[in-house]
């Protein structure tokens, strides 16, 4: 195997390792709070959607997590009754519901990922502003590659 072949191949290894330490962290974290991976995994859409400013809906997320209305109903239910999620009316149009993250849900998030968040700054602290750049688009691209062959899987393609 070539140099580039093989480079390539261990990085898609670390990938796959990345993948899987960061799932048992998220499962262990899901386990101290009692919560379902489900659940865990509305909290991070309803999360990172906040985080980019455009806060999801019941249906959206329910479309990211590939779940009924029912089901995804039933989700937030749980999630608002042990006070990680909250529903807010913010728009014009008071029928349109958003989902936000609690404050205690943050906090206790916050609480518990702080030390992997310091261990993530010390590893970046060690590369350049172009390395991190590079490191950015690469990453980028492969969240790309991913996303594509996961839409290319389900019927409609909208996964």
């Given at each position: 195997m070539d140099d580039r072949k093989q480079?390539?191949?261990?990085?898609?290894?670390?990938?796959?390792?990345?993948?899987?330490?960061?799932?048992?962290?998220?499962?262990?974290?899901?386990?101290?709070?009692?919560?379902?991976?489900?659940?865990?995994?509305?909290?991070?859409?309803?999360?990172?959607?906040?985080?980019?400013?455009?806060?999801?809906?019941?249906?959206?997320?329910?479309?990211?997590?590939?779940?009924?209305?029912?089901?995804?109903?039933?989700?937030?239910?749980?999630?608002?009754?042990?006070?990680?999620?909250?529903?807010?009316?913010?728009?014009?149009?008071?029928?349109?519901?958003?989902?936000?993250?609690?404050?205690?849900?943050?906090?206790?998030?916050?609480?518990?990922?702080?030390?992997?968040?310091?261990?993530?700054?010390?590893?970046?602290?060690?590369?350049?502003?172009?390395?991190?750049?590079?490191?950015?688009?690469?990453?980028?691209?492969?969240?790309?590659?991913?996303?594509?062959?996961?839409?290319?899987?389900?019927?409609?393609?909208?996964?």
């Amino acid at each position: 195997m070539d140099d580039r072949k093989q480079l390539q191949a261990e990085l898609v290894d670390l990938l796959r390792l990345y993948s899987i330490e960061a799932q048992h962290v998220a499962n262990a974290f899901a386990h101290l709070q009692g919560l379902h991976h489900t659940d865990l995994q509305a909290l991070a859409a309803v999360m990172h959607a906040e985080r980019r400013g455009d806060p999801l809906t019941p249906g959206r997320l329910g479309q990211q997590l590939g779940l009924s209305s029912g089901a995804t109903t039933a989700v937030i239910d749980r999630l608002e009754k042990v006070g990680h999620l909250r529903r807010t009316r913010e728009s014009a149009d008071r029928r349109v519901v958003h989902l936000r993250y609690s404050a205690p849900a943050m906090a206790l998030a916050r609480e518990f990922f702080e030390p992997l968040g310091a261990r993530s700054h010390a590893v970046m602290d060690q590369f350049s502003v172009d390395d991190l750049e590079m490191v950015r688009r690469f990453l980028s691209g492969m969240l790309e590659a991913v996303s594509e062959h996961h839409r290319s899987l389900t019927p409609t393609g909208d996964a």
